[in-house]
């Protein structure tokens, strides 16, 4: 029997982050949380999931967003290595009309999905990063 795949979840809407997990779960995926990004680091360094879930905006007191903690992450040893995919809506909060293309420097992510999510491409893009989930026997 292998090891479940750990999945952190870093977003700072509460529902957001227990529909992702709820979903996620039943599909045969550990998950950790983070509200914050900085706790979300730190659950990182802690428990050094297979992937990142991290949101973009953050509400309350200053701290890095989305899109700075994804090339801090990066550029940080202990971290480095941990794919991220993005849930975010910034497009559509702030009206805008471009995408974001995951790149090696600005935004070193594997996939920006836009929120609402949609169960079926989440989980599509987590299995394009972690591989096809087991089966669960019959």
């Given at each position: ?32 949380h ?61 009206g ?8 090696d ?34």
């Amino acid at each position: 029997m292998s090891k479940r795949q750990r999945i952190l979840v870093v977003d700072d809407d509460v529902q957001v982050v227990d529909t992702v997990e709820t979903l996620l779960q039943s599909v045969g995926y550990e998950t950790i949380h983070a509200y914050r990004t900085e706790a979300g680091m730190d659950l990182a360094r802690q428990n050094k999931p297979d992937l990142m879930l991290l949101d973009v905006m953050f509400s309350g007191p200053p701290g890095p967003d989305g899109f700075e903690t994804s090339r801090l992450i990066q550029s940080d040893p202990d971290l480095k290595g941990i794919p991220i995919i993005m849930l975010s809506g910034v497009k559509t909060v702030m009206g805008l009309h471009y995408d974001f293309s995951p790149d090696d420097t600005w935004l070193p992510i594997k996939a920006f999905l836009e929120k609402p999510l949609r169960p079926d491409k989440l989980l599509r893009e987590i299995e394009k990063v972690l591989g096809p989930r087991e089966k669960a026997a019959a």
